[in-house]
């Protein structure tokens, strides 16, 4: 189960919204959608949480790049929310590299169906190499996110389960975001 929510800081304090990501296909719409949040371009958090498995949290200021952090890059990576977030960019790697280098592959002998038997542990080599591990394990982005806002690094990296109501807890911020859930 996932739960989202948008947590604008505004002159009275913390205003929160539930929100829908299905119409939500990249981290830039997602910083849109925060951006209508707060029409004084004050601070939003998009708070993201699937239930036992991996929480996010996109910052936005105003028109600056939103600033990301994944408690767990690899299952949020089985995740159409977690894909959202875990971009290029932030898996430190280069735009359109999914893992799989087509040039290293050896195709030679795949028309007929016969494989070159010479080539079979290369090319072992080569699928284990991509995909999946492509992904790291445990948390990825700016862990330092909320640093100012009251909750460090070290208190952020540490989050597991319920990481949205502690996060909404610190902020000052739990009261409005439980009217939302």
């Given at each position: 189960?996932?739960f989202?929510?948008?947590?604008a800081r505004?002159e009275?304090?913390?205003e929160a919204?539930?929100?829908?990501?299905?119409?939500?296909?990249?981290?830039?719409?997602?910083?849109d959608?925060?951006r209508?949040?707060?029409?004084?371009?004050?601070?939003?958090?998009v708070?993201?949480?699937?239930?036992d498995?991996w929480?996010?949290?996109?910052?936005?200021?105003?028109?600056?790049?939103?600033?990301?952090?994944v408690?767990d890059?690899a299952?949020?990576?089985?995740?159409?929310?977690?894909?959202?977030?875990?971009?290029?960019e932030?898996?430190?790697?280069e735009?359109?590299?999914?893992?799989?280098d087509?040039d290293?592959?050896?195709?030679d002998g795949?028309?007929?169906g016969e494989?070159?038997?010479?080539?079979?542990?290369?090319?072992?080599?080569?699928?284990?190499?991509?995909?999946?591990d492509a992904v790291?394990?445990?948390?990825?982005?700016?862990a330092?996110?909320?640093?100012?806002?009251g909750?460090?690094?070290?208190?952020?990296?540490?989050m597991?389960?319920?990481?949205?109501?502690?996060?909404?807890?610190?902020?000052g911020?739990?009261?409005?975001?439980e009217?939302?859930r």
């Amino acid at each position: 189960m996932y739960f989202a929510a948008l947590l604008a800081r505004t002159e009275d304090g913390w205003e929160a919204s539930d929100t829908e990501l299905d119409d939500v296909e990249t981290l830039s719409d997602l910083a849109d959608l925060a951006r209508d949040a707060s029409p004084d371009e004050d601070t939003v958090l998009v708070l993201i949480e699937q239930e036992d498995g991996w929480f996010g949290v996109v910052r936005v200021d105003g028109e600056e790049d939103p600033r990301v952090y994944v408690s767990d890059a690899a299952a949020a990576a089985r995740s159409s929310y977690g894909e959202i977030l875990l971009t290029d960019e932030l898996l430190g790697r280069e735009p359109g590299d999914d893992g799989t280098d087509l040039d290293a592959l050896d195709l030679d002998g795949t028309e007929d169906g016969e494989p070159d038997d010479e080539d079979d542990d290369a090319d072992d080599g080569a699928a284990s190499a991509g995909g999946a591990d492509a992904v790291p394990h445990g948390p990825v982005g700016d862990a330092q996110i909320l640093e100012d806002l009251g909750v460090s690094e070290k208190e952020l990296r540490s989050m597991t389960e319920d990481a949205v109501t502690e996060i909404a807890d610190a902020l000052g911020a739990s009261e409005v975001l439980e009217t939302v859930r």
